[in-house]
């Protein structure tokens, strides 16, 4: 079983920064596709960011485009989102998941992680 285990959040105030980790343990995948979604209350979970396997296939959504940036360090299983210019409405919990395939474009992610609170203040 894979297991990831995401961390980073916090309180911050608008125009502010923050970086999530997300590090993969247990069961090796080799080169798993990674990705961050995002929940906000009473809200449905929303695709945030994803990195291909290899790092060279970053995919971000609208709202993420220009502020936030997606990387990953495969010698320490880890993925990382730098999140800048912060907004109120990015307020959520943020998960990191993961799928096996190389460069997965769905939404059905085969692993994930128990989330992580990200609160943006005005």
């Known amino acids: 079983q894979v297991q990831l285990l995401d961390s980073g959040g916090g309180m911050v105030q608008a125009g502010g920064s923050l970086r999530l980790s997300c590090e993969a343990s247990?069961?090796?995948?080799?080169?798993?596709?990674m990705a961050w979604f995002r929940q906000a209350l009473g809200k449905e979970r929303e695709f945030v960011a994803r990195?291909?396997?290899?790092?060279?296939?970053?995919y971000f959504s609208d709202s993420a485009r220009g502020r936030f940036s997606i990387t990953r360090e495969s010698a320490k299983n880890t993925v990382y989102l730098q999140m800048n210019s912060l907004k109120p409405e990015d307020t959520g919990i943020y998960y990191c998941?993961?799928?096996?395939?190389?460069?997965?474009?769905?939404?059905?992610?085969?692993?994930w992680g128990r989330g992580t609170q990200v609160t943006v203040s005005s």
């Open positions: 998941a993961a799928h096996s395939a190389y460069h997965f474009t769905g939404d059905n992610y085969q692993y």
């Open positions: 990195i291909s396997g290899g790092g060279g296939a970053v």
């Open positions: 247990g069961r090796t995948i080799v080169n798993p596709t």
